[in-house]
């Protein structure tokens, strides 16, 4: 079965520093990856996807995402996190058939100032 | 555009009573999903519909929960008797035709539903 993990509950990250959230996942054949991120009280909103080509993928908010198939990680990156960066990132993989989304338990990012 | 919207946006019930929320997707979109969102989890698919048919509700407990979309638009999702575990966020999501893998879907902000 697909499966997604993101290993990290909360991460602390200081306004500016450079930020890596991990996501890996189980899947048999090409995945369709996605990142979300959830702020308080608000819904899901996209930040990035791959689904093929380039394994290095922009999205909004000046994020990034590297897909490395050797590894089974799709890991979030951003180069300077900003103090309204602070919700809860959720990685998703959709392994086919109507979109069918299997999400990660989510990593929920503190920034300090 | 106007986004998914969703009510209530919180719930409080007893246990062995009903409860229903309520979805209305994006103008023209195809498709709508119900999630079931507990406390550190992650969305966990409950049913999703293409216009107004059901493709997926393999993880509906049907015993207690239903859902239609009559008329292809909005949506009602249903839950009888409530159960303690029930206490999650649903979240509705759309997108435009859902036949691509790599479409996006567009989330409500939600229903928290607490079950005492």
């Known amino acids: 079965a697909q499966s997604v993990t993101q290993p990290d509950i909360h991460i602390t990250v200081s306004e500016g520093a450079s930020l890596e959230l991990r996501c890996n996942y189980s899947y048999g054949a090409t995945p369709y990856l996605f990142w979300y991120v959830q702020s308080p009280g608000q819904g899901l909103q996209l930040l990035l996807k791959y689904f093929s080509g380039d394994t290095l993928v922009q999205g909004i908010k000046g994020f990034e995402a590297e897909f490395k198939r050797s590894q089974s990680s799709f890991n979030l990156r951003k180069p300077s996190v900003h103090w309204s960066d602070a919700a809860e990132y959720f990685c998703a993989v959709g392994p086919g058939g109507f979109q069918k989304l299997v999400f990660g338990t989510g990593t929920r990012l503190l920034v300090s100032p | ?116």
């Open chain 2, 1 to 116: 555009e106007a986004g998914v919207a969703q009510s209530p946006r919180y719930k409080i019930i007893e246990k062995r009573q009903s409860v229903a929320f309520w979805c209305n997707p994006i103008s023209g979109h195809a498709t709508l999903y119900w999630y079931q969102q507990i406390l550190g989890q992650g969305p966990k698919l409950l049913i999703q519909f293409q216009n107004n048919g059901v493709v997926d509700d393999s993880q509906l407990p049907k015993d207690r929960f239903s859902a239609e979309r009559l008329k292809g638009v909005d949506s009602t999702l249903k839950i009888q008797p409530a159960k303690l575990e029930d206490s999650a966020v649903y979240l509705c999501a759309s997108s435009e035709k859902g036949t691509s893998r790599v479409e996006t879907q567009y989330f409500g902000p939600g229903t928290r539903l607490l079950v005492l």
